[in-house]
């Protein structure tokens, strides 16, 4: 019998990868996927949303893809992590993802061939290119001056580049110093922790997606009190703490998730310095 069936579940219900499947949508969460759906789909230009660290960015832009996905006018270009040694490499890694094919490679070159890729697709062929940048908070000066100037290509009715970037709070005092770089944001959005309601439905719902009968149950209400009070709501905490407890279960072959086994996990170190 393998993991997941003691448990009564058919797979992970707490792993930290950005499924989509797995993606609770709490008040706050919501409300930033339906507006940055909007601004895209107005072609509004320059989408900022931010965040502490896990508080569920990443796997907000894995919703945000997944709801254009049948729609093919809509290009999706993904950042992981905009960490590049100089402005030039800045410039080859969005050559190479735009599949631009420069006849020179100096980082002039690379603009202009930018430029003119976004006016054939967006203009011309009537598609909206999407760039999502993860890590935002990772963009140094010149690589904004970049983007500003690529936000600068617009036709009289739209922005030609959908730029959207996910970063943690600590970005939003260095855009101040870009010059006209926060006049161009179209939309900004703060992502709130969970409640503790949300929390609990977050944890249920979690579940019930990997698997779980909706007439059982593998948290007491009591423990999952304690999971918010440690977490203060951060999915991201939320998720490793639930992971731990049920592995504990498995190990001390109970069926229930309570408040002493939560206690006992929050005790360890290992959880502490995650």
Do not use: W
């Not at 001056?145 to 036709?155: A, D, K, Q």
């Not at 999971?227 to 991201?236: A, D, F, L, V």
């Amino acid at each position: 019998m393998t993991y997941y069936n003691q448990l009564g579940l058919i797979q992970e219900p707490f792993s930290t990868s950005p499924d989509p499947k797995f993606f609770y949508h709490s008040l706050s969460h919501e409300t930033a996927l339906r507006r940055l759906e909007i601004s895209i789909r107005l072609r509004r230009g320059l989408s900022l949303i931010v965040g502490d660290i896990g508080i569920g960015k990443t796997t907000l832009s894995r919703a945000l893809f997944q709801a254009f996905q049948d729609e093919s006018d809509y290009i999706f270009h993904l950042v992981l992590d905009p960490n590049y040694k100089s402005e030039f490499q800045f410039l080859a890694a969005l050559i190479k993802m735009f599949e631009i094919k420069p006849n020179f490679k100096s980082t002039l070159d690379y603009k202009e061939a930018i430029k003119d890729f976004l006016f054939q697709k967006g203009a011309e062929e009537g598609k909206i290119i999407v760039l999502l940048i993860d890590e935002g908070q990772k963009l140094t000066p010149d690589y904004l001056e970049i983007l500003r100037i690529l936000l600068n290509y617009e036709t009289n009715e739209y922005k030609l580049l959908q730029l959207v970037i996910m970063a943690q709070m600590d970005l939003l005092p260095r855009l101040r110093k870009v010059k006209n770089f926060t006049d161009r944001i179209a939309l900004k959005y703060i992502i709130n922790p969970l409640d503790e309601n949300e929390t609990k439905q977050m944890i249920n719902f979690r579940l019930l997606q990997a698997g779980l009968d909706s007439n059982l149950a593998l948290f007491s209400e009591e423990a999952m009190k304690l999971i918010y009070e440690t977490t203060q709501g951060y999915p991201r905490k939320i998720t490793l703490l639930c992971h731990d407890a049920l592995e504990l279960l498995i190990m001390k072959e109970k069926k229930i998730a309570d408040r002493q086994i939560i206690e006992q996990i929050i005790g360890r170190e290992a959880f502490i310095n995650a």
